[in-house]
């Protein structure tokens, strides 16, 4: 058995009773990041054996972990935050668990981009979450498109791109579209920046911005 478990994306009490039944039960837990891991289950006095799993070795170790997983052995995958899979390594131990017949269980809990949607005010019940753009390739032909999209968008961003994001987003939406930045989701500065992209990009512009940041964009 697979299990992916969300984990917290700030406060250490968002997770669930059984998200810490299952991580305690594991024969072997899956980190992203074992040292950011480590703090998480040193907090519920969790006491299991760790196994790096992220983007630059999920290829290495796809095999052996499904073979250990045929032997028999139940294994949970956590990531530094939120739930695996959602812009975090996830999808290809997933699809090979399923092709080979191992089961897969997916528990609920935190994504952050669900609490940015909620709270920024803008509509809901149709949304596309696009994750983070390309860096480089890709990136104006996908924002080109993405401007005649009349769902409300979400991406991630990192903090020291934010305010060239939001330029840019200015340039092919429109500086009077609707716009919430979320940073710091579930923690003691958490903040929700919501105007125009162009008051919204004003606000962060000449500003040290940190944290986890989900950009949510009014659609056309």
């Known amino acids: 058995m697979l299990y992916i478990v969300p984990s917290p994306i ?17 024969d072997l837990i899956l980190a992203e990041d074992t040292r950011n891991s480590v703090r998480l289950l040193n907090h519920y006095k969790i006491i299991k054996s760790l196994s790096p799993y992220h983007q630059h070795n999920e290829h290495k170790v796809l095999h052996h972990l499904v073979d250990q997983l ?12 939120g739930t695996p899979g959602i812009s975090d390594p996830a999808y290809l131990l997933v699809r090979e668990c399923i092709r080979t017949g191992v089961k897969v269980e997916c528990l609920p809990g935190a994504t952050a981009f669900v609490p940015a949607l909620v709270n920024s005010g803008l509509p809901m019940q149709r949304f596309a979450f696009e994750g983070f ?3 480089k390739k890709g990136r ?3 924002l080109k498109r993405l401007a005649g999209e009349d769902r409300t968008l ?28 979320s940073r710091e989701l579930t923690k003691i500065f958490e903040e929700n920046r919501r105007g125009t992209l162009r008051e919204v990009a004003d606000h962060f512009d000449g500003r040290v911005v940190k944290g986890e940041i989900v950009i949510v964009v009014g659609g056309k």
Do not use: H, W
């Open 10 to 26: 700030g406060n250490l009490q968002d997770i669930t009773l059984r998200a810490l039944e299952v991580l305690k039960n594991a």
């Open 70 to 81: 045929l032997q028999g052995k139940t294994m949970a995958l956590i990531t530094d935050a």
């Open 133 to 135: 753009l390309p860096l």
């Open 140 to 142: 104006q032909t996908l």
């Open 154 to 181: 979400l991406f991630y961003e990192s903090p020291m791109r934010l305010v060239k994001t939001l330029r840019e987003m200015i340039v092919y939406f429109g500086e009077d579209r609707p716009c919430c930045v």
